[in-house]
Structure formats: C-alpha cells, structure tokens
C-alpha cells in the first residue's frame, strides 16, 4: 500500500510531486559508487536466508555492496572496476578451516610424507634417500605413516608395528623422528631415543605408553606423552640452529601453509593452538598483510603461566580483522583411534586389554576451563573416544551449572568422534559445539569396525546427521596436516561417507546433505568463531571472502565432486588466489578427479 503524502517527509514530499510531474531532480536517485570487484554470470549461494540465490554482486571496499541479477549489478561496474565473468561458476562465502594447525601444516611441507609409501620397507627407503643427502648428526624428519594403510604387515611386529633393525641400519648417524598420521605417536630410531633418554627401561608417562618387544626392548613406537622427550630433543637441535635460519624456516613454514591454504579456498584458518610467544609472532605478522584471517587458540604449556597471561591475551579484528585470539585449545583429553590412544568406556574390540588413554588429566582440563570461563574465553577441547567425550561434556556441564554466563562462550569438543548414544543429545542441550572432520570418517573407516565393533560403530561412530537432527551445530575442518587441508575431498565425504575409491560405504545413514555440508564450512563455522554477523554468508555488508568454484556443489552428482576445483579465492575484496586458466574455464568443463584421501585420525 502507498503511504499517504500526509505521511511523507517534506523532502520526500518534494520528490513525490516532482515526479508525478515528471520533472527531473539533479542527484536523484542517487549515483551508485562504482565497485572494486564485480562478479557475474554466476551461480551464487549465498546462504542469506532473505536472498539465497544471486547471479552477481559488487564489492567495494572490501565488502559486500550488493547482491542481485546481471543487470541490476551492472550499475556498480566504473571505470576501474575489476569484473569476473565466470561462466555460471559456482559461488560460496569463503570456506572456513574450523580446525587446523597452521604452522604444523607449513613444517610439514617441509618434511617427508612418508605416508606415501605403500609399506614399511618403503618408509625406510625413503629414510635412506634422506639420509644420503643431509649431514651427520641431521634429524631426519617425516609425517604421515600408519601401520594400518599399509599393503601388508611387517615382519616381525608388535601389533602391526615393525622392529627397528631395517630403520636403524639405514640411519646409524642421523636421529629420526617419523610421526603418526594422527599426530597421537611417532616411530623413532635408536639414535633418537638415546638423545630422548629413552630406555628398555623407561616407565609409560602418565597420558602416554612405550611400546615393546616380547623381550622387552623398545621397538622405537611412542604414543602420545611418551612422545615429548623425542619431539623435545628435536627442539634442543632447533634451538642450537643460528638464529638467522630458525627465523628462515619459521619464516618459511608460514609461507608455505598460507599459500596452502588460500589455494585450496580457505579464507578463514582456526588454528586449535599456539603458545604466547609464537602468538606474539603470528600477530607480527598479520601486522604485515598477511592475506589469510587466523583465529587462534592459546595452546597450553603450563596451567600457571595460563593463569597469569591469560586475559592480557584477548585480541579481537586486529589487522583489519585478520588476526584474533579469544579461545583455550587443543587441549587433549585423549589420543587417536588410529594408536588405540582414544579413550572408550568399553576396550577395543582388537585389543581387549586396552581402553585409550586419558592424556591430560580432567583434574587439569577443569582447571583450564574455569581458567577460561573467569576470562570469557571459548574453550576447545580434544575428544575422541566415548569416555572422553562424556568426561568433557560432565566437567562442561558442571561449570555451566556453576556459572551460567559460561553458556554464552560457544564452547566446543574438538572431533566428537566416537559417542555413547546417550550422550548424543547432550551437544544439543548444553550447547556445546561439535567440531568434526568428515575426511576423517573416511580415512578411518577400515579401521573402525576391527578396532571397536559394529554395532558401537554404527551407533556413535562419526554421527553428523544424529547430532544435527538433535540440534547440535556441527562443524566442518580437516585437521590439517592429519589430512590435506582440501575442502573437497573432505566435501565428498560428508555427503557420501564413501571410501576405498567409491566402492564402499561408512554407514549411509550420517551422510549430511549438501547444504548442511556447505553450511558447516561457513555459516556454522563462523559462528563457532564468533564471526557470524562478518562472515559464513553473501549479504550486504558484510566482509568480502567468497570462494570460486568450478562445480556446484549443492547440485552436482556426487561422483563429479572430486572433479571440482577452487578457481579463485577472494578475501576482503582482494583475489588472493586464481588458477591458472581460471578465465578461460566454462561451466560443464570438468577436471580429472582427485587422488584417494589416504590419511587417518
């Protein structure tokens, strides 16, 4: 219904009659400001509930200017404005990494994959080439390896894991330190448990367990805590670098997870947690354009030095809002599945004797939230197995109870992975957050069923659709570097749970639906960061981060995900990535599929 021209402002009332005379008014409607970047001719979800759908939109300044059709958009196009034509491509807000750890990733990089290798015997191959080319006295460094992905068993072993005869023999004057692909355990040779001082005789830490051989020698296998003196004497060589190349290779590993990950569509980067000096660095660094957004957790080294510095620690939008640091984690309650560290309520369907570990004591993880709840920071906790789960959940619940305010803090449970079906709709009603990693299902699920049975694997084991149909919020990340930092493999997985190249499926039942996938690497996870009103959608004013696909992921057949690509990556405004070809490409134009997944939790 018109408004009455009683009801008009005066100016409006001016405007009013002069059009109804049809006369001209100078400045009216007003110019629009010419926009930095244009995109059009695209397929846009921009999961805004008042517009879902757009053909194109304008960015000036950089954020969102408006959202429409070719032609209304057309209007915001000047002189130097940049313009996309993308063909009907695919276009999302920017992917979030809801969980990652940003300077492993780039270290990583710099390491040998050993996963790669089909077996142990390539692993020490690969030991050997290395150590051909670095100096006595060098550490020899790889990542990636898992006993239960390789094409056969070793002999001998110790439940799956080799002796160290054939790695020692390959590496007599060079330590070397091969980590899990979980991160939850390493393989060390002789010369790196001497410089860790560990024995035959070395006792288990409390969090952690030392593998030995029927006679019991130390087969070089250490699970969480009984990993720290190797990875600690790593450091004391680093540390005795010249300070020129520490900085180089700090320097270096940023570089190369920064690349990684804009690369591959991550506008946003949650890393689960650093100290206060590396934070002070980090912040340093966004201080110098780092075009990536980081929210960090302050990582725990001692539950005193938490107490002291905490608060001081509170940064907010620093960097035009690239660079914030408001919540406690990765703290670890237990370890990983892959190391039979996870900590269940039952034992191990293969391992009867063993039920996981609890890593860091609950007595300390409650110090450290309530550290964090007086502070008003989120906390982010490790949880794998069901028991650790329900511990985490019980000592959230109780501080809830203790300090209601606490509920506002978005706190979450880092993987969530193995639930008691009774503690499923807990998430929901203590409003705790469930920071998953779909690509972990997938990578896990040979694994699954010999290590906890069918039927707790059918009813707890990686759960996405049974939490969000109770309520809970569901996030999406991958751990990088357990898994590559790719979104769409990972993407893959929580629509289809299918693994061993498509041949077989995890339990159908918990596959999400595209939109629900979608929203967990956006919306959801910006939320989870406290960034909901700036990021996870396409609407007018907010910030500008916005991926490029070449498919839609929202509509495609699921096998033609893996044929998708990031074509280009904008943050505020700015294209930080484009593949190459990216103009030329074409809506229909598909792209080999991607390799096999390979890591595991």
Known sequence: ??????????????????????????????????????????????????????????????????????????????????????????????????????????????????????????????????????????????????????????????????????????????????????????????????????????????????????????????????ADPVYAAYQKYLANLPPAEQEAR?????????????????????????????????????????????????????????????????????????????????????????????????????????????????????????????????VAIHAIGDRANREVLDMYQKIFEQDPAAHALRWRIEHAQHLNPADIPRFAQLGVIASMQSIHACSDAPMVIPRIGEKRAEEGAYVWHKLIASGAMVLEGTDTPVEDTNPIPNFYCGVTRAYDHGRKTFFPAEVKTPMQELKSYTWNNAYAIFEDHELGSLAVGKLADIDVFSGDLLTMPSEDILRTRVLYTIIGGKVVYQRPGAEQWRSGELFKPMPEFDHAE
């Open 250 to 378: 700090r320097e270096r590993a940023l570089q190369l997870a920064v690349h990684n990950e804009i690369s591959k569509g991550i506008t946003t980067f949650v890393d689960q947690g650093e100290d206060f000096q590396t934070i002070d660095w980090l912040k340093q660094q966004a201080a110098k354009s780092l075009p990536l957004r980081l929210y960090v957790y302050v990582g725990v080294l001692d539950v005193a030095s938490l107490d002291k510095n905490l608060a001081k620690y509170r940064i907010i939008g620093y960097a035009n809002n690239h660079f914030t640091v408001r919540g406690v984690g990765e703290d670890v309650s237990d370890g990983a599945l892959g190391t039979r560290s996870a900590w269940f309520l039952k034992p191990y369907s293969d391992a009867p004797g063993i039920t996981g570990k609890n890593v860091t004591p609950m007595a300390t993880l409650t110090q450290i939230a309530k550290i964090a709840a007086r502070d008003r920071f989120q």
């Open 1 to 226: 219904m018109k408004p009455s021209i009683a009801l008009l402002p005066f100016a409006g009332l001016v405007v009013a009659t002069a059009l109804a005379a049809g006369a001209p008014i100078a400045g009216f409607p007003p110019a629009l400001q010419p926009a930095d970047l244009v995109l059009r001719d695209a397929t846009i979800a921009t999961l805004d509930p008042s517009q879902p759908e757009a053909q194109a939109l304008a960015i000036r300044d950089g954020k969102i200017e408006a959202v429409g059709d070719d032609a209304g958009i057309a209007h915001y196009i000047g002189r130097r404005t940049r313009v996309l034509d993308l063909h009907g491509a695919f276009v999302t807000p920017g992917f979030i990494e809801g969980h990652g750890h940003l300077l492993q990733t780039g270290e990583s990089l710099m390491q040998i994959n050993v996963g790669k290798a089909a077996n142990w015997d390539g692993v020490v191959a690969m030991v050997k080439a290395a150590v051909a080319k670095a100096r006595p006295g060098e550490w020899i460094v790889g990542f990636g390896w898992l006993e239960s992905k390789w094409n056969r068993v070793p002999q001998p072993n110790v439940l799956g894991l080799p002796l160290p005869a054939s790695l020692d023999a390959v590496s007599p004057d060079n330590p070397v330190l091969l980590t899990t692909a979980s991160y939850h355990g390493l393989y060390a040779n002789a010369l790196a448990l001497k410089l860790a001082g560990i024995t035959d005789k070395t006792p288990d830490p409390v969090g952690g367990s030392i593998v030995h051989d029927a006679q019991g020698h130390v087969i070089g296998m250490l699970r969480d805590t009984a």
